[in-house]
């Protein structure tokens, strides 16, 4: 008899969604976990022949799915969250860069982005796009806690919190770039706040650096109404032909929101190859509008999800952004068929993970990839009875429901406890912060 091979963990009894290019789903499924990577995706009964594991979680009841990648997000802007609500983009990006600029310091940002960590694991969360002042603080916190966090240096018109002057920026850009590129868990980016807070030289800065390390680019494109008004004005272009013009559109090119876009510029887009960042309820609450996602994935454009800061949404949660996008489009189509359950699963994992471009790597549970992912509980009171998984994970589960989760093989909770991140002392150190701004004498 063969011997059995040795293999970290095994996830057994579930049914398990792959997510990969065929939809392959397994109804009493396993998946083997050696080291970083998914090593087995298949049949219980074949798991249980082949392998030992060093130990065996039961997930009879479960679902065994690839973690959400959150694919536009500013971590630590847990620190500001209903600070600034019920008020349109542009007041709203004036009270909170002038918040940003005094308290967004290295040791606040490690605070919030660890309790947007913590908050994001707990809720299925295994990767995000982060765009925030003192990045290298969220980089280590997130090493630290064992999350996956694309990051990179952020471009915008005037000096931040971090100090960094001008004439300073590339070669910390290239500092940055050098250090992390490679690393195993995190993954860089260049970026760049938006086309209306930089001028056209810091944009093509950024892409120089985005074709030299060979990155995604990162920025927020067509959020609002005004944004491309003011674009319109300063340089003949839309935003999306602006940032073409610039060269930045390209098939490692992550735009969070693109809400106000033509046809011809979801066609550009799809062409370019350049992916969406899709942040409904930020959007919604913030008053600019609802994206045509459903229109894009139909005219060959990448769209994933994302939540973007806590200040606009008001939390971190794929569940609540999931279940938002699929019914707004079929709100505002009148079509209930143009986001199906399964597309939505889709945009929140393996689409977040092209838009981030670690496709190859993270975003489906198939054999050589990094063991991103999560167990859902659903023999639960409001999933119960299971006819189709996909469509109780978009319309009846929610981020209570997830008991494990795994980032690049580590465990980084178990029956709903975190092994990386001592919740109730992140939870103390925010309130902290929170009464520091409160009793502040610049108000
Ligand atoms: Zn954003």
């Not at 802007?77 to 009270?95: K, N, S, V």
């Not at 494109?221 to 272009?237: C, D, N, P, Y």
Request: glycine fraction near 8%; charged fraction near 25%; charge should be negative.
């Amino acid at each position: 008899m063969n011997e059995k091979i040795s293999v970290d963990f095994l996830i057994d009894g579930a049914r398990v969604l792959s997510m990969d290019s065929a939809g392959t789903v397994y109804s009493q499924g396993a998946v083997a976990i050696s080291g970083k990577d998914i090593v087995f995706v298949g049949r219980s009964d074949e798991a249980q022949k082949r392998f030992e594991p060093k130990q065996k979680i039961a997930a009879a009841g479960c679902v065994v799915m690839p973690g959400f990648v959150n694919a536009h997000t500013h971590a630590a802007m847990t620190l500001f969250r209903g600070y600034a609500d019920d008020i349109p983009l542009e007041p709203w990006l004036d009270r909170i860069w002038e918040l940003e600029k005094a308290y967004a310091t290295a040791e606040n940002v490690r605070i919030g982005a660890e309790l947007a960590f913590a908050e994001m694991i707990r809720s299925g969360t295994t990767a995000a796009a982060d765009m925030y002042w003192n990045k290298d603080a969220a980089c280590e916190a997130a090493k630290k806690s064992g999350f996956r966090l694309i990051s990179g240096p952020s471009f915008i018109n005037f000096v931040g919190p971090d100090g960094i002057q001008m004439e300073d920026r590339d070669r910390l850009a290239r500092e940055f770039l050098d250090q992390y590129k490679g690393d195993p868990l995190l993954g860089v980016c260049v970026q760049v706040h938006a086309t209306y807070s930089v001028p056209r030289e810091m944009l093509e800065m950024a892409a120089a650096l985005v074709a030299e390390y060979d990155v995604p680019f990162v920025t927020h494109a067509s959020e609002s109404q005004q944004e491309v008004k003011t674009i319109v004005e300063r340089t003949g272009m839309t935003p999306i032909e602006y940032l073409d013009d610039v060269g930045l559109l390209t098939p490692k090119t992550l735009l969070a929101h693109c809400v106000h876009l033509r046809d011809d510029e979801i066609d550009r887009l799809a062409t370019r190859g350049a992916s969406v960042a899709h942040c409904p309820e930020s959007n919604l609450k913030i008053g600019n509008g609802i994206a045509r996602t459903a229109e894009m994935l139909r005219r060959g454009v990448n769209v994933g999800l994302g939540t973007d800061g806590a200040a606009t949404n008001n939390d971190l949660d794929m569940w609540g952004e999931m279940r938002t996008a699929a019914l707004l489009q079929k709100g505002i189509t009148g079509d209930p068929t143009v986001m199906d359950a399964s597309t939505a699963l889709r945009i929140a994992t393996i689409n977040g993970a092209r838009a981030v471009s670690l496709q190859n790597k993270i975003g489906s549970l198939e054999v050589g990839k990094c063991a991103d992912l999560i167990v859902v509980e659903l023999d639960n009171l409001h999933s119960t009875p299971v006819y189709d998984a996909y469509s109780h994970l978009v319309y009846s589960a929610d981020k209570m429901d997830v008991r494990d989760v795994f980032i690049n093989g580590q465990a980084v909770m178990r029956n709903r406890e975190l092994l990386t991140i001592d919740e109730e002392k992140v939870k103390a150190e925010i309130r902290q912060f929170a009464k520091m701004l409160d009793q502040r004498s610049d108000k």
